[in-house]
């Protein structure tokens, strides 16, 4: 602790490294221009006089704690993570550091308010959370710029970054039908999350075009063990589908587990299988899930860039970034006989749009 | 941003509350007692004013950020997304936030150093990462307490919690003995890490403890690709290993594809397998995976309570916590005809200790 010594400032370091006191305050600010050569003269002078530059300080002169909260409620499901990792890396890059805001498991309304007035986050990514109007309201007057990933909102103008969630639900309705299939199941995800309501919308609208009725359906709400139960819900009706999309993956790999394993069903001979979001587990060969991707790294980049100009320009305008992906397919549906490509090691759904 | 108007204090909070001024500094200070029905009082009051409790500039009063920082660098393999969330949830209960810190991919020295400096954190919890004796020194010299989480270090006097790393390499070893397998393999993580240099020698000297030799020997690094890569090299050998143990999960997951899918080995008929840390994917019944577990509740509870005692008491003398793990048996691995029994719907080999 250094008890009893007066803690090093920054005209200390400046003057043991040789250079001017700014220099040593750009050498601690995130994206500062500095000459690679003073940097190191600074870094050096204060490893050995153990300054600490004093990064809440200063985010007290700049009315900025280049803390950027990021929420997220289901580390379960691989894409979860894999963002995480890829947006920690990205807003580092922008001199940001991500502070993790988990919800509590069932408390009820906006967990997180408390948090991010009492951090005061510059800025607020909510992946795999609902953003009440209480929290999108609160937000707004402390002047904290919202960005939703993986989701959107009606209730709120709020910026967004999501893949194709409605053209994906879409191309794997035409995949499917091109596969000739004929009894179609939907596994949801959380009943009010956009992002499986525009995915299932995008399946159903698919499915209409090529003249079949609504897909058979069950409730999985992103869960392994709900949509395990779903599973079962669906492959035990008389009219049992011979093709099933889940709302993502992680969904799609609970309901292999039970069709083989409970059903004795072998995929995609008598059932196939999409996912959503092309995780790394789609591409275990115990699955070799077709999927829809959500390409990981452009979504982080966009999100990256929009909430650091939320922030820079307050008054910029809402935006909602769409990503594209594609549909990648693997062993768990039938190959139809055309409308696919092979790229980089993977064969694209390619075959005529039907929207 | 409510331009132009003054920003509402504390006072202004109490006064709308009909609350004294401290009832409102108790309503925002995490861990600390008030009552349910006051606490309403003021976080309406609070919300109807715009009111931002300003932990930052408590922060340099208390000279505390109560922000802890967390390093992990592999978000890919499950068990770290589970410790993360429930780490997250764990210090959030003891009035901390989490602040994650991801190591730039093959950044040379050091990475985390500026941020642990300019952050200010409270404390350092290194998982998954290891601690150079720079950082060590660094955060002695500033007060910062660091704990390593499924790691420990000979460089340096630090705190630790881990899992039974060399008990279970040795479990492992009596139960692949027992279920009468003579060739032996063993897939190591990153070979500097302790964590996997602890369950090699528990497992080798497990084996020796029965008469075995050395096991053949690959490098996995814990990631999917290069335990894929390890995976080949042990099995395309002329004495093909008969069992083969795993580092973690995720690599024994990587290595059950490639026996499978590329050499048409069954599992466990023609080859056993077992991982370490009994994550979800181990449970997955397309691998029904033998794993010794390493129980995640209580080694996040104890490192929660460790950390938060060395902040609070400084000159506490380092610990190091072992959290007792099983050997949890499922179909990856032959039955042995004894030595294991059934309990809440799990089987736990018990059979005698080679220790």
Same mark, same amino acid.
């Given at each position: 602790? #250094?008890?009893?010594?007066?803690?090093?400032?920054?005209?200390?370091?400046?003057?043991?490294?040789? !250079?001017?006191?700014?220099?040593?305050? @750009?050498?601690?600010?995130?994206?500062?221009?500095?000459?690679?050569?003073?940097?190191?003269?600074?870094?050096?002078? =204060?490893?050995?006089?153990?300054? @600490?530059?004093? =990064?809440?300080?200063?985010?007290?002169?700049?009315?900025?704690?280049?803390?950027?909260?990021?929420?997220?409620?289901?580390?379960?499901?691989?894409?979860?993570?894999?963002?995480?990792?890829?947006?920690?890396?990205?807003?580092?890059?922008?001199?940001?550091?991500?502070?993790?805001?988990?919800?509590? /498991?069932?408390? /009820? &309304?906006?967990?997180?308010?408390?948090?991010?007035?009492? *951090?005061? %986050?510059?800025?607020?990514?909510?992946?795999?959370?609902?953003?009440?109007?209480?929290? =999108?309201?609160?937000?707004?007057?402390?002047?904290?710029?919202?960005?939703?990933? #993986?989701?959107?909102?009606?209730?709120?103008? %709020?910026?967004?970054?999501?893949?194709?969630?409605?053209?994906?639900?879409?191309?794997?309705?035409?995949?499917?039908?091109?596969?000739? /299939?004929?009894?179609?199941?939907?596994?949801?995800?959380?009943?009010?999350?956009?992002?499986?309501?525009?995915?299932?919308?995008?399946?159903?609208?698919?499915?209409?075009?090529?003249?079949?009725?609504?897909?058979?359906?069950?409730?999985?709400?992103?869960?392994?063990?709900?949509?395990?139960? =779903? &599973?079962?819900?669906?492959?035990? @009706?008389?009219?049992?589908?011979?093709?099933?999309?889940?709302?993502?993956?992680? $969904?799609?790999?609970? !309901?292999?587990?039970?069709?083989?394993?409970?059903?004795?069903?072998?995929?995609?001979?008598?059932?196939?299988?999409?996912?959503?979001?092309?995780?790394?587990?789609?591409? *275990?060969?115990?699955?070799?899930?077709?999927?829809?991707?959500?390409?990981?790294?452009? $979504?982080?980049?966009?999100?990256?860039?929009? !909430?650091?100009? $939320?922030?820079?320009?307050?008054?910029?305008?809402?935006?909602?970034?769409?990503?594209?992906?594609?549909?990648? $397919?693997?062993?768990?549906?039938?190959?139809?006989?055309?409308? *696919?490509?092979?790229?980089?090691?993977? @064969?694209?759904?390619?075959?005529?749009?039907?929207?």
């Amino acid at each position: 602790m #250094n008890e009893g010594r007066r803690p090093a400032t920054s005209t200390d370091v400046a003057r043991r490294a040789g !250079v001017s006191q700014s220099a040593v305050s @750009r050498a601690f600010t995130p994206g500062a221009s500095i000459a690679e050569e003073t940097r190191r003269k600074v870094e050096e002078a =204060a490893r050995a006089l153990g300054y @600490r530059p004093n =990064a809440i300080a200063r985010s007290l002169t700049t009315r900025r704690s280049r803390i950027i909260g990021m929420a997220a409620a289901y580390l379960q499901n691989q894409f979860y993570p894999e963002v995480l990792e890829a947006m920690s890396r990205g807003l580092r890059a922008r001199g940001y550091q991500l502070l993790l805001l988990m919800p509590e /498991h069932g408390r /009820h &309304a906006d967990p997180l308010l408390e948090e991010v007035m009492a *951090w005061q %986050v510059d800025g607020l990514i909510l992946a795999s959370t609902t953003l009440s109007s209480a929290l =999108a309201e609160q937000c707004r007057q402390a002047g904290i710029p919202v960005l939703l990933f #993986n989701r959107t909102t009606s209730t709120a103008h %709020v910026s967004s970054v999501t893949g194709e969630n409605h053209r994906g639900g879409q191309r794997i309705a035409d995949l499917l039908v091109a596969g000739g /299939h004929r009894r179609f199941g939907f596994v949801a995800g959380i009943e009010n999350s956009s992002t499986s309501q525009e995915r299932e919308r995008g399946f159903t609208e698919g499915l209409a075009r090529h003249g079949f009725d609504l897909p058979a359906r069950a409730v999985g709400s992103y869960s392994f063990e709900a949509a395990s139960a =779903a &599973a079962r819900n669906l492959l035990a @009706r008389a009219d049992r589908p011979d093709a099933i999309f889940c709302a993502n993956d992680h $969904m799609a790999i609970a !309901v292999a587990e039970v069709a083989r394993h409970e059903f004795g069903l072998r995929i995609p001979e008598d059932l196939a299988l999409v996912g959503f979001d092309d995780t790394a587990p789609a591409k *275990w060969r115990s699955y070799a899930l077709t999927s829809f991707s959500q390409p990981l790294q452009p $979504m982080v980049d966009a999100a990256v860039a929009l !909430v650091c100009e $939320m922030i820079e320009n307050p008054a910029a305008p809402t935006r909602q970034a769409v990503v594209p992906g594609e549909l990648v $397919m693997r062993a768990s549906t039938r190959l139809p006989e055309s409308g *696919w490509l092979d790229r980089d090691g993977q @064969r694209i759904w390619r075959g005529h749009e039907s929207g």
